[in-house]
């Protein structure tokens, strides 16, 4: 085939620790997912030169430089906040490399609606033991950990959740950023009040039941990409290929990775329930490994800890849509 249909080797995007209590775990971060799409290229048609995105002033038409763009955030109609890059980069989060638990909740309480993104989560070090220990504590409590994690400068909201033999650490939306339910046009939870019969029901709950089925993810093809790649390959075959020149990239510089100490366990758990699971002064050490991309991190500490949010669904391990307003930034 002309597009390479197998999957890269997994890459570590960056190490740190898993911590609750006074406990530490060292582990790698892994994408959970990979992307088979099919991504279009802008070229001029003229010279078959790559096309990229220019600096255009929107009113001008002209391109502008560099140094003469400044970044706003609209508040009001035309109306801007303009921020410095001083400014911006002050209110990033600081960056640490832990995965900090602040609380546990109970595996089927987080609405699918809020979970955005999957990584795996693997032990590195020596920190396969304690690694296990939280995964079976987990799985057998009926619970999932709600932690707070820092990624290329973003704050997320995530949950640390067992699957199998591993851990996956799903990002997840912020609550302003999942829209209500009440501005949409939606039917009466009342069967009576939305006209359905009993009738209606059953025969609906048997359609339901003919058509199940387990779960396979392998019965569901990209009918678009692999009808793309057909045509790619059919005009490879033909010779109706351009040759394009790609301009050099710039190599990108690898950060420095991090460890983390273990110390007995047992003397760890006993301290932590002694404390009722206070948070860690201990800080990470460093890893000679420069293999990671991102730099993850925790939060400041908090004052004081917040309630989990108790919210009632299905499974904490799909993703689902995005939401509300936010304030539009300057072109």
């Given at each position: 085939?002309?597009?390479?249909?197998?999957?890269?080797?997994?890459?570590?995007?960056?190490?740190?620790?898993?911590s609750f209590g006074l406990v530490h775990i060292p582990v790698a971060l892994y994408s959970?997912?990979?992307?088979?799409?099919?991504?279009?290229?802008?070229?001029?048609?003229?010279?078959?030169?790559?096309?990229?995105?220019?600096?255009?002033?929107?009113?001008?038409?002209?391109?502008?430089?560099?140094?003469?763009?400044?970044?706003?955030?609209?508040?009001?109609?035309?109306?801007?906040?303009?921020?410095?890059?001083?400014?911006?980069?002050?209110?990033?989060?600081?960056?640490?490399?832990?995965?900090?638990?602040?609380?546990?909740?109970?595996?089927?309480?987080?609405?699918?609606?809020?979970?955005?993104?999957?990584?795996?989560?693997?032990?590195?070090?020596?920190?396969?033991?304690?690694?296990?220990?939280?995964?079976?504590?987990?799985?057998?409590?009926?619970?999932?950990?709600?932690?707070?994690?820092?990624?290329?400068?973003?704050?997320?909201?995530?949950?640390?959740?067992?699957?199998?033999?591993?851990?996956?650490?799903?990002?997840?939306?912020?609550?302003?950023?999942?829209?209500?339910?009440?501005?949409?046009?939606?039917?009466?939870?009342?069967?009576?009040?939305?006209?359905?019969?009993?009738?209606?029901?059953?025969?609906?709950?048997?359609?339901?039941?003919?058509?199940?089925?387990?779960?396979?993810?392998?019965?569901?093809?990209?009918?678009?990409?692999?009808?793309?790649?057909?045509?790619?390959?059919?005009?490879?075959?033909?010779?109706?290929?351009?040759?394009?020149?790609?301009?050099?990239?710039?190599?990108?510089?690898?950060?420095?990775?991090?460890?983390?100490?273990?110390?007995?366990?047992?003397?760890?758990?006993?301290?932590?329930?002694?404390?009722?699971?206070?948070?860690?002064?201990?800080?990470?050490?460093?890893?000679?490994?420069d293999e990671e991309e991102e730099a993850p991190a925790r939060k400041p500490a908090a004052?004081?800890?917040?309630?989990?949010?108790?919210?009632?669904?299905?499974?904490?391990?799909?993703?689902?849509?995005?939401?509300?307003?936010?304030?539009?930034?300057?072109?």
């Amino acid at each position: 085939m002309p597009v390479s249909q197998k999957s890269p080797a997994p890459r570590v995007l960056w190490k740190g620790a898993i911590s609750f209590g006074l406990v530490h775990i060292p582990v790698a971060l892994y994408s959970a997912t990979t992307d088979h799409g099919i991504d279009f290229d802008w070229l001029d048609k003229r010279t078959m030169d790559p096309v990229g995105y220019k600096r255009i002033n929107k009113k001008t038409g002209k391109e502008i430089e560099r140094e003469q763009i400044v970044k706003g955030v609209e508040y009001e109609d035309g109306e801007y906040v303009v921020l410095s890059d001083k400014e911006i980069a002050a209110a990033y989060p600081k960056t640490t490399q832990t995965i900090e638990i602040e609380t546990f909740v109970p595996a089927n309480g987080i609405p699918f609606v809020y979970l955005e993104r999957p990584y795996y989560v693997a032990p590195i070090n020596r920190g396969a033991k304690v690694y296990a220990l939280l995964r079976e504590t987990l799985q057998r409590s009926a619970r999932v950990g709600v932690a707070r994690v820092v990624i290329q400068t973003k704050q997320h909201l995530a949950v640390l959740v067992p699957v199998g033999p591993g851990l996956v650490l799903n990002l997840l939306r912020w609550g302003a950023d999942i829209r209500p339910w009440t501005d949409l046009p939606l039917p009466s939870e009342d069967v009576k009040k939305a006209g359905l019969s009993e009738r209606e029901l059953k025969m609906a709950q048997q359609l339901v039941e003919d058509m199940s089925a387990d779960w396979d993810p392998n019965e569901f093809k990209d009918e678009f990409k692999d009808e793309i790649l057909r045509l790619i390959d059919k005009k490879v075959k033909a010779g109706q290929t351009e040759t394009v020149t790609q301009p050099e990239p710039e190599e990108g510089q690898a950060s420095a990775g991090r460890g983390a100490k273990i110390i007995d366990l047992t003397e760890l758990l006993q301290r932590s329930l002694r404390k009722g699971g206070a948070k860690p002064k201990a800080a990470a050490d460093e890893d000679d490994d420069d293999e990671e991309e991102e730099a993850p991190a925790r939060k400041p500490a908090a004052k004081k800890r917040k309630p989990a949010a108790k919210a009632a669904v299905k499974s904490a391990t799909k993703t689902a849509p995005k939401a509300p307003t936010r304030p539009r930034r300057a072109a």
